[in-house]
Each structure stands twice: as structure tokens, then as C-alpha cells.
């Protein structure tokens, strides 16, 4: 079966002014996605995972060309989006969707929230009758967990685990082929990132949907993703099936990052990666030589600073970027 969307080395660098009092300060190259490839299939769950700073938000954008790519190609359906027309983009923004981190900013705050979710029908289905539109509203509402008296109230009347909620029915309400998904449990209480992550996961199964899941550790993709990519400083460093990826994980980094999983409070789980691997992530501006790892990775060797890894397959459907993997 064809991948509904292939990512093939993209790469997504930006000219920044280095920090300087001097009137001519150099312009330099941050490299937030250095050479990214993979293959979505229809229906399949990929969650992205890395510390902040790796490139997966960066790289989410990129799909939907909310900031473009500076290298490599974006195909969608088969059909490379590399000059792709304004109205192009627009079939393909709605085909797919996104689902930000902090669902009331993401909000319109002058809109109530059923003229939120009936935005994307107003802007792609202008065939659609008022009437039918305000019937797939309520029914939405439904399917994601709204009280269907919440239709003329404003997002900042409800907690973030009910914006979410609005933010889920106003993705999908156009029945999208993809939702990328930006951290869209990590602002939200503990308690309330289980309750949504799960609704995700039924959602998907239901519309079948491809989900792009991203997350800033693995504990939360483990229950919702197919398959999950391991991200470092713009790199990846793992891309394996989800089962193999946590049963037996083959770079240094994921090995770290499954090493920090079991405790449930998230921001413990990053004093834990970082007591692990030390906090000093080098600057994507000025990244490491060789494995760009290596100054944070436990197993190195001299050659890593030298040589590059390349991601290489190491089992059936499971690739590594590691010397050792
Ligand atoms: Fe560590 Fe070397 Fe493997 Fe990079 S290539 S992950 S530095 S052992
Ligand atoms: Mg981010």
C-alpha cells in the first residue's frame, strides 16, 4: 500500500543573527531539521518524540508548509508538494489538519465554540446548508465529549482539557486524512492527558485516520502510536514499530529517554533525562561534529565525533542512527 505522506530529507534551516553588541553581527545557519525521512501510511499512528529544541515542531510545520522547508520534498497522495499553487495547499490543508499545544490560544476568543468548529465547513464546504452545518457541529460535539449547551459560550469559559476537546471537533469536523497533533496533551493536567489521548485513539480508529502524534517523551505516544520516531537536534535517531521500540531500543538516546518513562509526573520525567544525559543540549546553531550525540551520549567512542551515523535498518521495521545500534 502506497504512504498516504512521505517525508523524504527534508530539511529546514533558518539564518539567525548571532548574539552581538558589534553593529555587523554574523548571520549564521540554525539547522532545526537536518535531513528528515519517513513514510506515513493511511490510518497509521507515528508518534515523534524528542527533548525540546529537537525539530519535531518545526518539522510538523514543514508538512503542512506553515514554514517552509528549505530542502528535500513533501509528497502527499503521490503528488510531491515542492511547487505546489496556493489552491494546492489548500486541498491540502484540508485534508490535513493540526492540533496545537495550548488549546485556548489556539481559540479564536471573539467566536463561540460551535462557529469555531464550523470554521473549517465555512472556509472548504461552502455547499453545505446552514442547517447542515449546525447538524454536524452538534454532532461532532458529541462524538468528542461536549455538552451540546456549550454551542454559544466562549473557549475561555472551559478548562484546557475541554478546549482540547473544541480544538479535536473543529480538526476533524472537515474529515481529515491526517491530524499532526503538536504536544496537544502537555499543557494539560495528568489527569485530564489520559482522558484525551484516549479520545484521539478511539477518533482515529473510528475515521481512520493517520495521526501524526508529537510528544517530549515516550510514555505518552506508547499507548496511541503504531510506530515512533525518536528526534535529537533536528536528527533522527530511531524509527522503529512501536513494540520493538520500547522492547528493545537500539540508540543510546532512546535508551536514555525509556529510562525516564516510568515516573507519571511529566516534569520529573525531563529532570530525569536530564539527570541521565546531563542538560547541556548543544545549540542547534552550532551542532556537534559526527554524531550529533555524541557530546551527551554515554557509549561514545572517538569516531563518533567524526563520523556521521546514517540511519540504517537494523531489524524488520526498525532503523537506528548509531555507530553501534
Ligand atoms: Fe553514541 Fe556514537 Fe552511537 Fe552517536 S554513534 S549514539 S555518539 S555511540
Ligand atoms: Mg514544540
Known amino acids: 500500500e502506497a504512504p498516504i505522506l512521505s517525508v523524504r530529507d527534508v530539511r529546514v534551516h533558518f539564518k539567525v543573527k548571532a548574539k552581538s553588541r558589534l553593529p555587523w553581527a554574523p548571520v549564521r545557519t540554525l539547522k532545526a531539521v537536518d535531513g528528515v525521512s519517513f513514510d506515513l501510511r493511511a490510518g497509521e499512528t507515528l508518534g515523534v518524540v524528542g527533548e525540546s529544541g529537537c525539530g519535531k515542531s518545526t518539522l510538523s510545520r514543514a508538512i503542512l508548509n506553515l514554514i517552509p522547508a528549505t530542502h528535500g520534498e513533501i509528497v502527499w497522495m503521490g503528488r510531491s508538494l515542492a511547487n505546489a499553487s496556493t489552491r494546492d495547499w489548500h486541498a491540502v490543508r484540508r485534508d490535513v489538519q493540526m492540533i496545537f499545544q495550548d488549546p485556548l490560544a489556539s481559540l479564536d476568543p471573539r467566536m463561540t465554540v460551535g462557529q469555531i468548529i ?43 482539557g475541554q478546549c482540547q476537546r473544541i480544538g479535536i471537533a473543529r480538526a476533524l469536523i472537515i474529515e481529515p486524512k491526517l491530524i499532526v497533533c503538536d504536544e496537544p496533551v502537555s499543557a494539560l493536567d495528568v489527569s485530564i492527558q489520559a482522558q484525551i489521548v484516549n479520545l484521539l485513539k478511539s477518533l482515529q480508529q473510528e475515521m481512520r485516520l493517520a495521526v501524526i502524534f508529537i510528544a517530549h517523551d515516550l510514555a505518552v505516544v506508547k499507548h496511541i502510536a503504531d510506530r515512533v520516531m525518536v528526534m535529537y537536534l533536528g536528527h533522527v535517531m530511531e524509527l522503529a514499530d512501536k513494540h520493538a521500540l520500547y522492547a528493545d531500543p537500539r540508540h543510546p538516546y532512546t535508551r536514555a529517554l525509556l529510562s525516564a518513562v516510568p515516573i507519571p509526573d511529566p516534569a520529573i520525567e525531563r529532570n530525569k533525562v536530564v539527570q541521565i544525559l546531563g542538560d547541556d543540549i548543544p545549540s542547534p546553531i552550532n551542532p556537534p561534529s559526527g554524531c550529533v550525540f555524541h557530546t551527551r551520549c554515554p557509549r561514545a567512542e572517538a569516531r563518533c565525533s567524526v563520523e556521521v551515523p546514517l540511519l540504517r535498518r537494523v531489524a524488520d521495521g526498525h532503523a537506528a542512527a548509531c555507530h553501534f545500534a
Open 118 to 160: 464550523a470554521e473549517p465547513l465555512r472556509e472548504h464546504r461552502r455547499d453545505l446548508s446552514k442547517d447542515e452545518v449546525s447538524r454536524r457541529v452538534r454532532a461532532m460535539m458529541a462524538k468528542v465529549g461536549l455538552r451540546e449547551q456549550m454551542i454559544n459560550r466562549y473557549a475561555h469559559e472551559f478548562s484546557g
